[in-house]
Nanobody, 125 residues
Framework: QVQLVESGGGLVQAGGSLRLSCAASGRTFSSYAMGWFRQAPEKEREFVAAISRSGDYTTYGDSVKGRFTISRDNAKNTVYLQMNSLKNEDTSLYFC??????????????????WGQGTQVTVSS
């Protein structure tokens, strides 16, 4: 069983930055492919970013490319999402997800077996 706990969300003005963290339980974090997703009220879940086990490969959703950066520290069992140039439309509940079966799982939410409870990001004008 893998437990994921997100933190770092909050209220920020448009154009500002936030860094989200996702702490994972377990001794084999370095073997998990990780991803970030988000979901706003009355909207479908949206892929944000994904990172491979070793951190050598990343991919991003089109709406966040060039503004968000995913990274991981396997020694700390943590994955991060650095969010810059935030926009009103980034307002959402952000979730991290883990796939212990694959090196890299990309944008397919169904590949991820474990999900955190989410952290709210609100961007104001």
């Amino acid at each position: 069983q893998v437990q994921l706990v997100e933190s770092g969300g909050g209220l920020v003005q448009a154009g500002g930055s936030l860094r989200l963290s996702c702490a994972a339980s377990g001794r084999t974090f370095s073997s998990y492919a990780m991803g970030w997703f988000r979901q706003a009220p009355e909207k479908e879940r949206e892929f944000v970013a994904a990172i491979s086990r070793s951190g050598d490969y990343t991919t991003y959703g089109d709406s966040v490319k060039g503004r968000f950066t995913i990274s991981r520290d396997n020694a700390k069992n943590t994955v991060y999402l650095q969010m810059n140039s935030l926009k009103n439309e980034d307002t959402s509940l952000y979730f991290c997800a883990a796939d212990p079966k694959a090196r890299f799982s990309g944008s397919a939410a169904g590949r991820y077996d474990y999900w955190g409870q989410g952290t709210q990001v609100t961007v104001s004008s």
